[in-house]
């Protein structure tokens, strides 16, 4: 059984199952109407680590796995004790070990042991490296359960995913998406389709498929998401921009939002972007859009509100450092100088957008943070002759040795690339029309973005 250390795999008021042995005796199941009743407790750092259920168990069944209806392990019954100091022991509920802390707990231990123990310590180093994504236990695949390899499309998570979202309250019922368009290829007048997953892109994960569907785009108001389910951020975005009917709308009061079309499972929320659990610090990473907001607002004004309120997804959404989503001269600098010279000129273009996923990227609070990410822009001129031209932003600085100790600055990498060296950096391949078009086509060094006056961007003739 597979332990998952991220948090919300169950929420309060949903419902467990327990397997157990009591005594080492015959197998006795406890069945659904199991409610979780609370989940840790911030006040104390020890109970914080529990989990309440009211649920049947027997003397002797302390060591039970746990399960949430998709059968992933949530908690190791611990013992059956009053939910807290005010029931006076009147109502007694079960306590379990929530598998976040036990992995939690597991590392520390395992990195405070010896090079000697270490080494000596091979099982326990498989269980690390397969809870935390570093590398699977033999024959399974990261991140998949090892009871039921088809939870994904088990009508059991889409009912949990249901329940979670209505607990949460940030979500939209599902007809909030019927009707919506996502990405138009044929935008420009002539076809600019989305970029195909090669087998390098799918070392990275598989793609999300839609409950109830084997698609995998995800339909917006004006643009559309490829989701990463392995690695929970999407393999890219595409977005579609009208110059002339853009619209400056004002940011407002944040609110994200779960897609109820996904799993939730495969969804970023807050507890990685939250406060750090260190001193309540602010978090190392925003929640970074990858369809900037004002990129799809435009049309209508219902149409125009609609994509703003699209863009705060999760789907949408992927783990930038503070300093580099908001820096001038880093990624918002170039949104900012590539949308504003698209709406000067009241043009259209098609933008695509997304990280650079690495083997070698850090985990940080149970997700692995890209290093780079990338963006490209096509539009058409007024013959429908088509320029585009990619960007390769860094992160690296401030997605490795996490937690800082200084807030690293200068040696920015970025560059404007080719759009076939990105090709071979993501494992995307975009259509012939995106490649032959490229503004640096053919240049065999990369385009250093000392500033933003480096770039080179298609311009219309």
Same mark, same amino acid.
């Given at each position: 059984?597979?332990?998952?250390?991220?948090?919300?795999?169950?929420?309060?008021?949903?419902?467990?199952?327990?397997?157990?042995?009591?005594?080492?005796?015959?197998?006795?199941?406890?069945?659904?109407?199991?409610?979780?009743?609370?989940?840790?407790?911030?006040? =104390?750092?020890?109970?914080?680590?529990?989990?309440?259920?009211?649920?049947?168990?027997?003397?002797?069944?302390?060591?039970?796995?746990?399960?949430?209806?998709? #059968?992933?392990?949530?908690?190791?019954?611990?013992?059956?004790?009053?939910?807290?100091?005010?029931?006076?022991?009147?109502?007694?509920?079960?306590?379990?070990?929530?598998? =976040?802390?036990?992995?939690?707990?597991?590392?520390?231990?395992?990195?405070?042991?010896?090079?000697?123990?270490?080494?000596?310590?091979?099982?326990?180093?498989?269980?690390?490296?397969?809870?935390?994504?570093?590398?699977?236990?033999?024959?399974?695949?990261?991140?998949?359960?090892?009871?039921n390899t088809n939870t994904d499309s088990d009508s059991g998570v889409a009912k949990s995913a249901e329940r979670r979202a209505a607990s949460a309250k940030h979500i939209h019922p599902i007809?909030?998406?019927?009707?919506?368009?996502?990405?138009?290829?044929?935008?420009?007048?002539?076809?600019?389709? @989305?970029?195909?997953?090669?087998?390098?892109?799918?070392?990275?994960?598989?793609?999300?498929?839609?409950?109830?569907?084997?698609?995998?785009?995800?339909?917006?108001?004006?643009?559309?998401?490829?989701?990463?389910?392995?690695?929970?951020?999407?393999?890219?975005?595409?977005?579609?921009?009208?110059?002339?009917? #853009?619209?400056?709308?004002?940011?407002?009061?944040?609110?994200?939002?779960?897609?109820?079309?996904?799993?939730?499972?495969?969804?970023?929320?807050?507890?990685?972007y939250g406060n750090e659990p260190v001193n309540g610090k602010k978090g190392w990473f925003d929640r970074g859009h990858l369809v900037r907001r004002l990129d799809p607002v435009w049309g209508?004004?219902?149409?125009?509100?609609?994509?703003?309120?699209?863009?705060?997804?999760?789907?949408?959404?992927?783990?930038?450092?503070?300093?580099?989503?908001?820096?001038?001269?880093?990624?918002?600098?170039?949104?900012?100088? @590539?949308?504003?010279?698209?709406?000067?000129?009241?043009?259209?273009?098609?933008?695509?957008?997304?990280?650079?996923?690495?083997?070698?990227?850090?985990?940080?609070?149970?997700?692995?943070?890209?290093?780079?990410?990338?963006?490209?822009?096509?539009?058409?001129?007024?013959?429908?002759?088509?320029?585009?031209?990619?960007?390769?932003?860094?992160?690296?600085?401030?997605?490795?040795?996490?937690?800082?100790?200084?807030?690293?600055?200068?040696?920015?990498?970025?560059?404007?690339?080719?759009?076939?060296?990105?090709?071979?950096l993501t494992g995307l391949q975009f259509a012939d029309v995106i490649r032959n078009s490229d503004v640096i086509k053919g240049s065999s060094t990369d385009r250093p973005l000392r500033s933003?006056?480096?770039?080179?961007?298609?311009?219309?003739?």
């Open positions: 059984m597979r332990l998952d250390p991220n948090l919300h795999k169950v929420d309060e008021l949903e419902f467990v199952t327990v397997i157990q042995h009591p005594d080492g005796g015959e197998k006795l199941i406890a069945i659904r109407e199991n409610k979780v009743v609370k989940i840790g407790d911030p006040k =104390s750092p020890k109970k914080n680590s529990f989990l309440w259920y009211a649920s049947d168990t027997a003397p002797g069944s302390s060591g039970a796995p746990v399960f949430n209806d998709s #059968w992933q392990v949530v908690a190791v019954h611990h013992s059956a004790v009053p939910l807290n100091d005010a029931d006076n022991g009147q109502y007694k509920a079960n306590e379990g070990i929530r598998v =976040s802390s036990l992995i939690e707990e597991t590392v520390r231990l395992y990195n405070a042991l010896s090079p000697v123990r270490k080494s000596s310590s091979t099982y326990l180093r498989q269980l690390i490296d397969d809870a935390t994504g570093v590398r699977s236990f033999p024959n399974t695949r990261i991140g998949s359960s090892i009871i007809e909030f998406y019927d009707g919506k368009r996502g990405y138009e290829e044929n935008f420009l007048g002539i076809a600019i389709p @989305l970029p195909e997953l090669t087998h390098k892109a799918l070392e990275f994960g598989k793609p999300a498929e839609l409950i109830n569907s084997n698609e995998i785009e995800l339909r917006y108001t004006h643009f559309s998401v490829v989701h990463n389910a392995t690695r929970k951020i999407a393999f890219f975005t595409a977005s579609n921009i009208d110059g002339r009917k #853009w619209k400056n709308l004002e940011r407002g009061g944040d609110k994200w939002w779960f897609d109820p079309r996904l799993p939730l499972e495969l969804q970023l929320d807050d507890n990685l209508t004004e219902s149409e125009a509100n609609m994509a703003n309120e699209d863009t705060f997804h999760w789907t949408n959404c992927s783990p930038q450092y503070w300093g580099f989503n908001q820096g001038q001269e880093l990624w918002q600098g170039l949104e900012n100088y @590539l949308l504003y010279n698209t709406d000067k000129e009241d043009i259209k273009a098609c933008v695509f957008t997304g990280p650079i996923f690495g083997h070698d990227d850090e985990e940080h609070r149970g997700t692995l943070i890209p290093q780079y990410f990338w963006k490209v822009i096509v539009l058409a001129d007024s013959k429908k002759k088509i320029y585009s031209s990619a960007y390769r932003v860094s992160q690296k600085k401030y997605a490795t040795n996490i937690p800082f100790e200084v807030i690293p600055v200068g040696d920015f990498n970025h560059f404007q690339i080719t759009i076939k060296k990105l090709e071979g933003l006056a480096d770039i080179k961007i298609p311009r219309r003739k």
